[in-house]
């Protein structure tokens, strides 16, 4: 009696990384951000995005610095 080994079914996909932010593991199918070489899942994109363009972030006073010399018009 001869026996051949036949081993169907769904395979374990294998990750393909890691998230730089929360660590879970990214599959191939998965969509991921990689910003300067930080890999981004979608659930950490928001936090990684709002400490990244932090020194982009200046309280609203700072803009009256910008917004000087400009004459006030009145529509009608
Ligand atoms: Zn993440």
Do not use: W
Request: hydrophobic share 30%; with cysteine.
């Amino acid at each position: 009696m001869s026996t051949s080994s036949l081993i169907t079914g769904p395979k374990d996909p294998v990750p393909v990384g890691r998230c730089d932010c929360c660590g879970q593991e990214i599959y191939p199918d998965d969509l991921v951000h990689v910003i300067d070489g930080f890999t981004v899942c979608p659930e950490c994109f928001f936090d990684f995005a709002f400490d990244y363009f932090s020194r982009d972030l200046v309280p609203g006073s700072a803009l009256k610095e910008e917004n000087h010399g400009d004459t006030d018009t009145t529509g009608g």
